[in-house]
């Protein structure tokens, strides 16, 4: 899936670019003097032009799906994205205008005169730049964060998996969805997120584990955590709660249950219960989940028990067709 961010180019820092070109001057020619120092403009040229390519390509963020824009928002403030957007291709737009002014100046000037115009209008072509420096450097930060964190489709129906830490969601991801699962990167959380898919004839659901998002009860979510769990909610589709019963649980009953309760008033989704590690269940856990909820699935993501049944409750809670053979996936 191409996302609106892999389209971007991402141009080197501006001291990289003076020293390119600086490191380039020495081995550009030309049959003549004014030639060569033209030549030597037209390659600072080339590098400026990566800057006002990539502004162009930078992708609206009023036009971005909202869950897009609400994680760009976690990881920078959109103001501060909009302005250097704006300067840096202001910047690009002056340094272009030095550069062509010194090209002309060479053009009409004497064969000794033009390398002290070239030797000018590069320091004041680099003294353009380099003023907007920081600006442009926080807008490839941003950008080559934003790459990494795009493995999400918000176009496509969704499945969140949440639940307390070591419950078995990553597992569940694993034995689920076909291929093995892409891991994504997002400002939510300092953990690794996996992502993966299921086809359903003409359908495809994608898969997502909530590490460090919807693990742990509200009260110990910071604001970032909390602008997460807004972002998650743009994600159309359903979620799916796991709990542990086996004896070695890190979480109680209690504590799984109350945290299910908070992520279905958080998730503003659909939440499937789902009973996992049925193959090791300790009968007391499991007993006392059963009075608190009725209409579990009991599966073992590692053994593979229940699978088949989990798949067909999703896809009815997605609305989506069963056609064919659960396990063809
Ligand atoms: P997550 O933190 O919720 O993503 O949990 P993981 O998927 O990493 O699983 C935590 C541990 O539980 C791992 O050691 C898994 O092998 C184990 N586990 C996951 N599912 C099952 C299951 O169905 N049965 C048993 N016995 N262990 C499981």
Known sequence: MLTPFERVPVPPEVD???????????????KTVKEREINRLLTYINQVEKYSTFVNKFPRIEKLHPFYRESIEILADIDRIKICLFNTKRTADLAMRALREGIQKIKSSDEDQANEIMRKTFGRTSSILRKNRECTSFLI??????????????????????????????????????????????????????????REGDALIQFID?????????????????????????????????????????YGVDDQFSLY????????????PVINKIDEKDETYYQSLMKLINNAVEISAEKGIGLEELKREILKALGIPLNRGLLDN
């Open 210 to 250: 909530t590490p460090g998002i919807l693990d742990r009860p509200n009260s110990e979510r910071n604001q970032i955590e909390l602008k997460s769990i807004n972002a998650l909610r743009n994600l159309s589709g359903i979620t799916v709660f796991m709990f542990d019963v086996s004896p070695f649980s890190y």
């Open 16 to 30: 990289d670019v003076i020293e390119i070109v600086l490191n380039r001057l020495p081995k550009i020619g030309g």
């Open 141 to 198: 930060k941003v950008i080559v964060q934003l790459k990494k964190m795009m493995t999400v489709d918000p176009k496509l129906p969704t499945v969140i998996v949440a639940g307390s830490p070591n419950v078995g969601k990553s597992t569940l991801i694993s034995r689920i969805t076909r291929a093995k699962p892409e891991i994504a990167n997002y400002p939510f959380t300092t953990k690794d997120i996996h992502v993966g898919h299921i």
């Open 261 to 272: 309760k908070e992520v279905r008033s958080l998730s503003g989704k659909k939440v499937i």
